[in-house]
């Protein structure tokens, strides 16, 4: 039921803001975006990186958003006992097109795993169970959403964790 209850939040929270390109110049004109062949995270991430990132590979959860597989490829996986989640998004959308949506909000510059990004969160988000990060690539974006259980939150903060993740994913997401 707690699994339940956090993919719905994580739906709630980052289905509407997905994806995108960076803002710093590199980004994709949208036409070049819409026909490259989107990168599928369930397939694109091998076991051994979500070992290395913390994750259990037998969690993977692809069925998310079936309805929207034609402009987005979307994986989720598990830690150990449900403490947190990580949710990969692989989208034709840019970061400029994310960072226009009203719902996404205080967008920050971050660096992780030497490569740059846009950190941003949900607005009206008053809880701070979840973190996400979009990384320009040719497609469009990819975004890296982490949901801390909620009980475990006073000892964890969602983006220190998207910073550990992110150590073994990154490298690996297309550029």
């Known amino acids: 039921m707690r699994h339940q209850v956090m993919m719905g939040v994580v739906a709630a929270m980052v289905v509407p803001g997905l994806i995108a390109c960076s803002a710093n ?14 990168w599928d995270p369930c397939y694109g991430i091998s076991d051994d990186v979500l070992r290395t990132a913390g994750l259990l590979p037998a969690t993977k959860d692809s069925g998310i958003t079936r309805s929207l597989h034609d402009r987005q490829k979307i994986c989720r996986w598990d830690a ?12 034709d959308e840019t970061v400029t097109e994310t960072e ?9 510059d971050v660096t992780l795993a030497g490569r740059a990004g846009r950190r941003f969160k949900i607005a009206g988000d008053s809880k701070p169970f979840g ?20 009980s475990l939150v006073e000892r964890e ?8 993740v992110g150590r073994s994913i990154v490298p690996v997401l297309p550029r």
């Open 25 to 38: 110049g590199n980004e994709i004109p949208k036409s070049n975006a819409v026909s490259a062949t989107l």
């Open 131 to 150: 973190c996400n990060v979009l990384f320009a690539a040719e497609q469009g974006a990819i975004q890296i959403h982490v949901f801390i259980d909620p």
């Open 80 to 91: 150990p006992e449900s403490a947190y989640s990580v949710t990969v998004f692989s989208a």
């Open 157 to 164: 903060q969602p983006c220190q964790r998207l910073d550990l």
């Open 100 to 108: 226009l949506k009203p719902w996404n909000v205080d967008f920050q």
